[in-house]
């Protein structure tokens, strides 16, 4: 691999870089908004992440076509990889790892906030519960109190 082609690849992989520490951000500031319940600053958020996805995916693109089936573990294995480029590799991996992390933890959150709004709209609309006699034998479904009235 000739130094310019070396210099050409550390520029498309700090070029990603810099995008996942974006995309890494924007992860953070969705969990923030997901915790406040700000359904406005989530969409705005969501609509960045997407913008810089499709930068990455585009950056990848273009570093693929320049060093088709080229990968920093293939570099090292070949003894090919510099300080610089297992830098930036181990920079890359850290910032993967963290994305995958919050975005585990926003997918948790998100499904405990939807839980909790259901439950809540139960609570509301009341519940069709079973509920016992004197005799202690089921009595059929019967709508719990009901703090909103939805018939019309």
Not at 33 to 48: G, N, S
Not at 124 to 148: C, H, M, S
């Amino acid at each position: 691999m000739t130094a310019n082609s070396m210099t050409e690849l550390i520029v498309y992989l700090s070029e990603q870089k810099a995008i996942l520490e974006s995309v890494v951000s924007c992860l953070e500031c969705e969990q923030e908004a997901i915790i406040k319940e700000d359904p406005d600053k989530l969409l705005v958020i969501i609509k960045h992440k997407t913008k810089y996805i499709n930068e990455l995916t585009l950056v990848e693109e273009k570093r693929n076509e320049a060093y088709p089936d080229m990968t920093l573990s293939q570099l090292d294995e070949n003894g090919n990889a510099t300080p610089e480029l297992e830098l930036i590799g181990d920079e890359m991996r850290v910032l993967v790892d963290d994305a995958q992390r919050l975005q585990r933890t926003n997918r948790m959150l998100t499904h405990r906030s939807r839980e909790h709004a259901e439950k809540m709209i139960a609570l509301l609309q009341g519940e069709n519960k079973p509920t016992y006699n004197a005799d202690g034998k089921r009595d059929g479904n019967k709508k719990a109190n009901v703090i909103l009235d939805s018939s019309v």
